[in-house]
C-alpha cells in the first residue's frame, strides 16, 4: 500500500509514519497543503491522508481541488475537531473517510486498508458474498453456513455484511458506530461488543471453525483462513 | 473624572426639568392674570359706558325740555353751577355722576372745571384735594353748536387697585415661582441623585468584584426600591450562575484529573512490570480505557457546547422519530440484558419531528445508557414514545431504585452526579446533553415525580403539531 501522508503536526506525522513503515507500507509525508496537493494529483498513491488544518491549503479546500480534477484515490481526513459539522464539511469536500484526532494507529491502519483494498462495483453490488463455508444472499437478505440458515436479526445481518465486504481486515468498533449505527459520538457501553458478541453465537458457535475473530485493543476481522 | 455633587444636581436631569416646569408655569400664570385684567377691565369699561350714555340721555332730554339755562340752574349748588376742585372728592366717594357743560370757546358753563378729557370717550386721571389720583371714564358730546357736555363716573376704587394687583401679583410671580421651582429641582435632584448614588455605588462595588454586594433597600417600597429589587435579583442571578462555574470547572478539573491519574498509574506499573509483557499489556489497555474516558469527558462538553450554541438547528431535517426510538431500543436490549436489566418498548408508529437525526439518537442513547448504569439489577425498564397534544413523548424508565427526591432539580446541572464520591464510571454530562437537545428542538425534558424508579419524559414539538411529513 502507497500512502501519501499530508500532516503539519511533527509529532502526528511521526507516529503515522513510523506505524506505517512497521506495517510494511510506503509512506510519503509532504508538511502543507499545497505540497499536498501537488503530490497527490501525481496519482501513484493507494490512498491519501489528509490533515484538516494545514498550511498553506486548507485540508477540505485541497481534497476539494483534488476531486474536481478529477483524482478518485481514496481520501481519509484527519481532524481535531470534533464538531458535527466539521464532520460534514470534511465529507462533503469528497473524503472517503473522516477520524477524529487523537485516535489508535490501529484505527486509522484498519480504515486505510478498507479504503485502499475497497472495490466499489464487485463488492458494493454483488449480489452474493461468501466467506469460507458461509453465504450472503443480498436478494433474499439470508445467511447461510454449510448449508445451514442463520437466524439474524437486522442489525446482526447489517454487521456481518460490513464484515463481509471486508474480508480479511480489520473493522474498528468505531467504524461499526458509523456504518451501522450512525453514531458520530462514542456510547459509553459496550453497544458494538454486545451485538457482535451476539452475532458471533449465531455464526461461529454452532460450528467448529471460527469466521469472526477478535483483534485485540482494535477490531474485529472476518476470514476463512 | 466625576464633577462635584453640586455641579452635578444643578446639570441633572431632574433639575432642568423643574426649572422648565417652572418657567411654563410662570409663563402661564402671568398670562391668566393679564387676561383677567384686559377682560375685567373691558367689561367695566363697557358697563360705565353704558350707565355714561344713560345718563348723557337723560341731561340731554332737560336741555331738549327745558332749555340751557335751566339747564345750567339746575346743577348750581350753593348758588355755584361751576364746582370747585374741593368737591371733586366728595362727589366721587358718593359715586355720583360728573359732569362739565362747555360754551362755544371751551368756557366752563356748569360743573368741574378739571372734567377735561383729550376724545370723546376716555380715560383722564385727577388729581383730588386729597392728592389721591383717581381715574375717571369721560364722555363728551355736543348738545348743540355751541355747547358740549362731558359726562364722568369715578372708576370704581377695587378696578383702580386692579391693575396695580396684577402688576404686583406679577412681580410676586415672578419672584416666587423661578427660584422656587429651582429649590424644588434641586433638592429633587439631589435626593434622587443620592438614591441613585448609593444603586449606583452597589453596582459598581459588584463590577468590581464584590459579587455579594446587594443594592441598599429602604422600606418605602417606591420606584428606587423596586430598581434595587431588580438589580438585587439579577446579582443572586448571576452569583449563582458564578457559583455554578465554579462547581463546573471543579467538576471538569475532577473528572479529567481521576482518569490522567489512573493512567500515571499504569505508567508507574509499566515501569516497575518492565521485564513482564504480559503485566505491561494489561496496564497498557487499561491505561487506554482511561484515556478513553477522559476523550469522552471532552468529547461530551464540546458536544454540549456545541448543541448549546444552536448551530446544528441550520442542519434540521423532517425525520421518523418513533422509526429512530424503536431500532435504538432493538440496539440497546441486548446491551441491557448482559447488564441483568430488561427493557420493553412501546412506539406509537410515523411519528415525525424537525430535528437532528445525529443530536436525537444521542439523547435516546443518553438516556438509555442512564438506565444501563444506574437501575438495580434485575430491573425492568421501558421506553414509549406516543403523541401528546402538539409533541412526541419520549419516555424512558426503570422501576428502581430512582432518583432522590432531594436531587430531582440538580440532575440535570452539568457534571451533577447523585453518587459525589465519582467512584462509578460516567461523567455527569449525559442527562445535562440530553436537556440541551431536547430545547435545542423547542423540548423539554423531566423526570416524573413520585415514581419507584427513574422515569425520564421528553417532549418534542411534531411536525406542524401533527407528526407527519
Not at chain 2, 275 to 286: D, G, Q, V, W
Not at chain 2, 387 to 415: K, N, S
Request: proline share 4%; hydrophobic share 40%.
Amino acid at each position: 500500500m502507497h500512502v501519501l501522508l499530508v500532516e503539519d503536526n511533527e509529532e502526528t506525522a511521526e507516529f503515522i509514519c513510523r506505524g506505517l513503515t512497521e506495517a510494511g507500507e510506503a509512506v510519503e509525508h509532504v508538511k502543507d497543503g499545497k505540497a499536498g496537493l501537488v503530490a497527490a494529483a501525481g496519482g501513484r498513491f493507494d490512498v491519501l491522508i489528509f490533515d484538516r488544518l494545514l498550511p498553506e491549503m486548507e485540508g477540505a479546500a485541497a481534497v476539494r481541488v483534488l476531486r474536481q480534477s478529477g483524482v478518485t484515490t481514496p481520501i481519509i481526513m484527519l481532524t481535531a475537531l470534533s464538531g458535527i459539522e466539521d464532520r460534514v464539511e470534511g465529507l462533503e469536500a469528497g473524503a472517503d473517510d473522516y477520524l477524529v484526532k487523537p485516535f489508535a494507529f490501529a484505527e486509522l491502519y484498519a480504515r486505510l486498508r478498507a479504503l485502499a483494498r475497497r472495490q466499489p462495483m464487485a463488492e458494493e453490488e454483488a449480489v452474493r458474498l461468501s466467506v469460507g463455508d458461509m453465504i450472503l444472499d443480498r436478494t433474499t437478505q439470508s445467511v447461510t453456513r454449510n448449508g445451514v440458515t442463520l437466524d439474524l436479526l437486522p442489525r446482526e445481518y447489517k454487521i456481518l455484511e460490513f464484515m463481509m465486504m471486508h474480508e480479511g481486515q480489520v473493522v474498528t468498533r468505531t467504524m461499526l458506530l458509523e456504518k451501522i449505527w450512525g453514531y458520530s459520538f462514542d456510547p459509553k457501553t459496550s453497544l458494538v461488543q454486545t451485538h457482535v458478541s451476539r452475532l458471533r453465537s449465531k455464526v461461529d458457535k454452532p460450528f467448529d471453525r471460527e469466521l469472526i475473530k477478535t483483534v485485540r485493543g482494535s477490531g474485529y476481522v472476518l476470514s476463512a483462513s | 473624572m466625576s464633577s462635584p455633587p453640586a455641579r452635578r444636581t444643578f446639570s441633572s436631569v431632574i433639575f432642568l426639568r423643574a426649572l422648565g416646569i417652572g418657567m411654563i408655569a410662570l409663563v402661564l400664570l402671568l398670562t391668566f392674570v393679564w387676561s383677567l385684567e384686559g377682560i375685567t377691565r373691558a367689561r367695566v369699561q363697557a358697563a360705565m359706558r353704558a350707565e355714561i350714555e344713560d345718563q348723557a340721555y337723560e341731561i340731554e332730554e332737560i336741555y331738549r325740555l327745558e332749555g340751557l339755562g335751566e339747564l345750567i340752574d339746575s346743577a348750581r349748588r350753593e348758588g355755584r353751577a361751576v364746582w370747585p376742585r374741593e368737591w371733586l372728592t366728595e362727589a366721587i366717594h358718593e359715586e355720583d355722576t360728573l359732569f362739565r357743560l362747555t360754551g362755544d370757546e371751551g368756557q366752563t358753563l356748569a360743573g368741574f372745571d378739571d372734567l377735561d378729557p383729550p376724545e370723546d370717550f376716555a380715560t383722564i386721571e385727577l388729581l383730588t384735594d386729597e392728592n389721591e389720583i383717581v381715574r375717571i371714564y369721560t364722555l363728551r358730546f355736543a348738545l348743540n353748536d355751541n355747547a358740549d357736555l362731558i359726562i364722568g363716573r369715578p372708576m370704581p376704587f377695587e378696578l383702580q387697585d386692579f391693575r396695580g394687583m396684577a402688576v404686583f401679583t406679577s412681580l410676586l410671580l415672578v419672584v416666587l415661582v423661578l427660584p422656587l421651582s429651582g429649590v424644588i429641582g434641586y433638592s429633587l435632584s439631589a435626593q434622587v441623585g443620592r438614591r441613585l448614588g448609593e444603586l449606583s455605588t452597589s453596582v459598581a462595588a459588584v463590577g468590581d468584584g464584590s459579587i455579594d454586594q446587594r443594592a441598599p433597600l429602604s422600606d418605602r417600597d417606591d420606584e428606587f426600591d423596586r430598581v434595587s429589587g431588580d438589580i438585587n435579583s439579577m446579582l443572586d442571578r448571576i452569583g449563582t450562575l458564578t457559583r455554578n462555574i465554579r462547581a463546573v470547572s471543579v467538576g471538569v478539573a475532577h473528572d479529567l484529573k481521576t482518569p490522567v491519574s489512573n493512567v500515571g498509574g499504569r505508567l508507574q506499573l509499566i515501569e516497575r512490570d518492565i521485564e513482564n509483557p504480559e503485566a505491561i499489556r494489561t496496564h497498557l489497555e487499561k491505561a487506554d480505557a482511561y484515556l478513553g474516558t477522559l476523550l469522552r469527558t471532552l468529547d461530551a462538553i464540546l458536544r454540549l457546547g456545541e448543541v448549546e450554541a444552536g448551530r446544528r438547528k441550520a442542519a434540521f431535517e423532517t425525520l421518523d422519530i418513533s422509526a429512530l426510538t424503536e431500532d435504538l431500543s432493538e440496539s440497546f436490549e441486548p446491551v441491557l440484558a448482559d447488564a441483568d436489566k430488561h427493557l420493553s418498548s412501546k412506539v406509537t408508529p410515523h411519528l415525525w419531528v424537525e430535528g437532528d437525526r445525529d443530536l436525537l439518537t444521542q439523547m435516546i442513547t443518553n438516556l438509555l445508557e442512564n438506565v444501563a448504569e444506574h437501575a438495580r439489577d434485575g430491573a425492568s425498564a421501558w421506553v414509549s414514545l406516543k403523541r401528546h397534544e402538539r409533541c412526541a413523548l419520549l419516555v424512558v424508565g426503570d422501576d428502581g431504585p430512582g432518583i432522590p427526591e432531594t436531587f430531582r432539580d440538580q440532575i440535570f446541572d452539568r457534571f451533577f452526579r447523585v453518587e459525589s464520591s465519582r467512584s462509578s464510571p460516567g461523567n455527569g454530562l449525559g442527562l445535562s446533553l440530553v436537556r440541551a437537545i431536547a430545547e435545542l428542538h423547542g423540548g423539554t425534558v423531566s423526570l416524573r415525580p413520585d415514581q419507584t424508579g427513574a422515569v425520564f419524559e421528553v417532549e418534542i414539538p411534531l411536525t406542524g403539531g401533527l407528526g407527519q411529513p
